[in-house]
């Protein structure tokens, strides 16, 4: 019973170094840093003004008409040759869309965000032949869906390309 106290005694006291160390090496000096907050740090970064409005629209079912999962907006991510992580959707599509600077970019995303959408019009046509009397709910759906891809053009047309070199002073 003493060998295990005086072992344990050791394996704190290696700890407690360790935990020392490792706060004097930190640039600021504290141990409290969260890994989470740190992984959080780059979803702070600015993202365009259209977002939060597309967010909104776009991932709430009762607005857009579809439900959009994780996955869906990973493989539009994927379609547009970007990598996103698997995070919370509004993160996703802040992420998605932070470094949006030409409206090529944001057509080819949308187009994507189209293909799922259209993906999902079709099963609720199959359904409402399949259920006539479900016809009435499907379609108000698929309205839904007509009016998001209305709204994806209308931002395609109102979006103005920034150029790196622009000076934001001149404009």
Do not use: W
């Not at 009762?62 to 994780?70: P, Q």
């Not at 944001?106 to 965000?113: A, I």
């Not at 609720?124 to 009435?136: I, R, V």
């Amino acid at each position: 019973m003493i060998n295990n106290n005086k072992e344990l005694d050791e394996l704190r006291a290696e700890f407690d170094k360790f935990v020392h160390e490792k706060c004097m090496t930190d640039e600021s000096g504290s141990c409290d840093k969260d890994d989470q907050d740190r992984g959080d740090a780059v979803d702070d970064e600015p993202y365009p003004a259209f977002v939060d409005e597309l967010q909104k629209k776009l991932l709430a079912p009762a607005l857009s008409g579809v439900y959009l999962s994780r996955i869906d907006i990973k493989r539009v991510a994927e379609g547009v040759d970007e990598s996103l992580p698997i995070k919370e959707r509004d993160k996703m599509i802040k992420a998605l869309f932070r470094h949006t600077t030409k409206r090529d970019y944001l057509r080819r995303t949308f187009d994507e965000f189209n293909k799922h959408m259209n993906g999902r019009i079709l099963i609720y046509t199959e359904l409402s032949d399949a259920f006539p009397l479900s016809k009435e709910i499907f379609a108000s759906h698929i309205a839904k869906v007509k009016k998001t891809q209305k709204m994806f053009d209308q931002i395609v047309a109102d979006y103005e390309e920034m150029e790196p070199t622009f000076d934001p002073m001149m404009i």
